[in-house]
């Protein structure tokens, strides 16, 4: 194991301990009052997202490797990225982080049964890679559902703390995020990169935005035919167009160690917290210049720390 894989597990666990931070009874209670955008929300990650996946990986003139990325990708749930943006943009924080959790439990079997197909699917008799289910359901725990509950104890029995931390938190896992993408991008694959190259950039890039687009695009009918409001239709295209790409990393990279498979998650992780932002200021114009404030306001936050 490189130590990048090392840092990747250890930033995932970070950022799964900053959302059980973010978490109190009463977010459930909010959000199974009205519990259509959650199920739906559910619905979106089992489902459209890996059927999007297969179907792109399945047209696509790539690699068989790649197309396996894509399905990793796919079987990742949202993390703290579209929590922030929701968060950013005023929408429903508590519908957000909920299908981040629920998710990440869900993962625990959801994982190694896609990957798996997708392994068995577009690599076939070509490769003796696979994803052990009871090591994914362990290691799965240890990284997301554990620092989950430790979060939420800390919530539970120093409510101070963990309100005082939530904003500097938000920021650093963003540029802890940011610092294992620009290591994975440039680094050598000696030290742990992928040694990805303009050339696959460009290749991969049209079919994993029109993936974004259609993932945005069916958050956002979900949400539309459950009769739900604006900010509930935006949070379901949010947490539906940005995967987990530190879990994908990981999957990738440490559990079958091959960085091929990674470079789909790199890719998606260069756009797709602008074409989030873009769909939801779409959604909320106003919010523009709020959005701009709150900004503001977590520098200034962030600066007093």
């Known amino acids: 194991m490189s130590y990048i894989d090392l840092l990747i597990s ?3 666990a970070f950022i799964m301990l900053s959302v059980g931070l973010s978490l109190t009874w009463k977010n459930f209670v909010v959000v199974f009052a009205k519990p259509k955008g959650y199920f739906g929300g559910l619905a979106l990650q089992l489902l459209v997202l890996p059927t ?7 047209l696509a003139n790539l690699p068989p490797a790649i197309k396996v990325g894509i399905m990793i990708l796919s079987s990742c749930p949202g993390g703290t990225t579209s929590n922030f943006i929701t968060y950013l943009l005023n929408a429903n924080a508590a519908l957000a982080i909920l299908l981040t959790v629920s998710n990440s439990f869900i993962a625990l079997f959801s994982v190694p049964i896609i990957v798996n197909f997708g392994l068995e699917t577009f690599m076939g008799g070509h490769t003796d890679i696979a994803l052990s289910f009871w090591s994914t359901i362990r290691e799965i725990s240890t990284i997301i559902i554990i620092p989950v509950f430790i979060g939420v104890l800390i919530k539970r029995y120093y409510p101070l703390f963990a309100v005082k931390v939530q904003v500097p938190l938000k920021w650093i896992t963003v540029i802890l995020l940011a610092v294992v993408f620009f290591v994975k991008l440039f680094a050598g694959e000696a030290q742990g990169g992928t040694g990805i190259t303009l050339k696959e950039i460009l290749t991969l890039f049209p079919y994993l935005a029109i993936g974004n687009a259609i993932n945005l695009t069916a958050g956002y009918f979900m949400a539309y035919f459950l009769g739900l409001p604006t900010n509930d239709r935006l949070t379901l295209g949010v947490e539906v167009g940005i995967q987990n790409t530190s879990l994908a990393f990981l999957i990738a990279s ?3 160690n ?23 200021l779409v959604l909320k114009p106003n919010e523009g210049k709020l959005f701009w404030q709150r900004m503001s306001n977590l520098y200034n936050n962030l600066s007093k720390h």
């Open 10 to 12: 250890g930033i995932l």
């Open 52 to 58: 999007v996946a297969y179907t792109i990986a399945t």
């Open 258 to 280: 091959n960085e091929d498979m990674l470079k789909p998650a790199l890719v998606y992780a260069m756009f797709t917290f602008f074409t989030a932002m873009i769909y939801g």
């Open 254 to 256: 440490k559990w079958l």
